[in-house]
């Protein structure tokens, strides 16, 4: 199911780059305005399960590309304008976990899904202390603020949309994978 | 769900633009501001006067611009501007001068503790916002004012590789499909008795009920891809340099919107580091208005 080198950037990592863009961004558009509930001021985005996937399933130029465009889509359409620093830390959030797409030969084995949501969780907090540690710079705010009003509400929220959503859509893409042969 | 393009054809001068002369009039701005660190109340007006031509030049209407000038305000106002104000925190070391007038103290109720405001405290959080301002609005602009369909080429013109650029280009063109993919498997699955509104239950549940939304449209946009995969290498895609449709061409205004960007980062960066100029203070009749 998975044979293509790591960093190789062809025509599928193009499609499904772009492809991972539109749908985060779409996802994400839908949650900024109308977002789950949670503690504190965690939101949950349902769309960061899908980012982190798509790097899982088709590498980390993907997870990259889906992760940066994505995020600049969803701010865009809803209007917040672009925020580079955010947009880089979605990029990492899905090019960290495109890493182990090599060592991930079946989409249902339990050790397999537990290993990407790892990687996962390593992408969100790479990812996510990248965009609020440059905050720091872009929007003035100090080490605190940036720590515990920024990075832990993001770290929290995404993981756990991740830990959910994630088993479900690689067990789900396992079937649809082998229906289709490639 | 409606994902529609708040693009509209205007006849500003802020359209009238090359789209690589606005994103690089932006990162200019940015950078300004950034790199060498800038606090000076006199800049940080300059610039957001600046910024605030664009956003009012740029003439969009108010029913279109008020929604995400809410959320922006928020953020700025409330945490940036409130984090200044009684934190003092994110900025220089200066704004916590302890020698500062105190202007009045906020007691933690049922403690002795308190956080106390000081002149340069309020100062600084005025800066901050007009600071972030000054980024944003010139951002917030672009989706009402840059058509969707010219991304790719101006990425493409600025530098960026083929690849990348097509990446972006068919990331606007999928957009609308997937946003109509989710309205048509959200009304599918609400017609068999999926209450998306009514997301009972805790956290985990909550999340898990989102599954026969989000799982249908993911499946089936891997689907769409490999079709597309297949019809883009039938092209021959990648194998040479790719031509673009649409051509860009610099008017002279470009050159001289661009030249006023790189004048206004080398302005900033000389003042900061050749004069020292452009680090915090509080102005005298700031504080001579407040307390005398």
């Given at each position: ?15 499904y ?10 996802l ?66 899905g ?5 182990v ?16 949501v ?43 949309v ?21 | ?8 054809p ?19 701005t ?24 664009q ?47 105190i ?8 403690t ?6 000081t ?68 009304d ?105």
């Amino acid at each position: 199911m998975n044979n293509n080198s790591t960093w190789e950037f062809g025509t599928r990592q193009v499609v499904y780059g772009a492809i991972g863009a539109a749908l985060y961004g779409a996802l994400s558009w839908a949650t900024n305005f109308f977002p789950l509930p949670a503690a504190g001021n965690i939101t949950f985005r349902p769309a960061v399960a899908v980012l982190i996937f798509f790097g899982v399933a088709y590498g980390p130029i993907v997870g990259l590309l889906a992760g940066f465009i994505g995020n600049t889509l969803g701010d865009l359409i809803s209007g917040f304008g672009f925020y580079w620093n955010w947009s880089l830390g979605n990029g990492l959030m899905g090019m960290i976990p495109g890493l182990v797409m090599a060592s991930i030969t079946d989409f249902k084995a339990r050790s397999q899904i537990i290993k990407a949501v790892g990687w996962g969780a390593l992408g969100i907090a790479v990812g996510m202390l990248f965009a609020s540690l440059t905050e720091m710079f872009t929007g003035g705010i100090d080490l605190n603020t940036a720590l515990v009003g920024y990075f832990v509400p993001a770290f929290l929220g995404n993981f756990i949309v991740t830990a959910i959503l994630l088993p479900i859509l690689m067990i789900a893409f396992a079937g649809v994978a082998a229906r289709r042969g490639r | 769900m409606l994902v529609t393009w708040k693009y509209r054809p205007r006849n500003t001068f802020i359209q009238s633009l090359d789209p690589r002369t606005r994103f690089i009039l932006l990162a200019c701005t940015i950078f300004a501001l950034t790199i060498p660190d800038i606090w000076d109340y006199r800049i940080l007006v300059s610039l957001f006067l600046l910024s605030l031509t664009q956003f009012l030049l740029a003439r969009i209407e108010w029913k279109d611009i008020r929604r995400p000038l809410f959320f922006i305000s928020i953020l700025v106002f409330l945490i940036v501007g409130l984090n200044g104000l009684l934190s003092g925190r994110g900025g220089p070391s200066s704004v916590d001068d302890p020698n500062s007038p105190i202007l009045f103290q906020v007691l933690i109720p049922g403690t002795a503790w308190g956080v106390t405001v000081t002149i340069s405290k309020l100062w600084f959080a005025m800066n901050q916002v007009i600071r972030i301002l000054s980024m944003a609005l010139p951002a917030i602009l672009i989706p009402y004012s840059m058509d969707p369909n010219i991304y790719g080429t101006a990425f493409k013109r600025m530098g960026v590789s083929d690849k990348i650029s097509f990446t972006t280009d068919l990331a606007f063109r999928f957009l609308p499909t997937f946003a109509r993919d989710l309205t048509i498997t959200m009304d599918a699955q609400r017609a068999r008795g999926y209450e998306m509104d009514k997301l009972k239950g805790g956290v985990v549940a909550r999340i898990q009920r989102l599954a026969p939304l989000v799982i249908p449209v993911t499946m089936q946009s891997t689907v769409t891809g490999e079709e597309v995969i297949d019809a883009m290498d039938l092209r021959a895609f990648g194998t040479a340099p790719r031509t673009w449709l649409k051509e860009l061409h610099y008017a002279p205004r470009d050159y001289a919107v661009i030249g006023l960007g790189v004048a206004i980062f080398i302005t900033c960066c000389v003042l900061k580091w050749g004069f020292g100029i452009g680090g915090f203070f509080v102005p005298d009749f700031f504080t001579k208005v407040l307390v005398g």
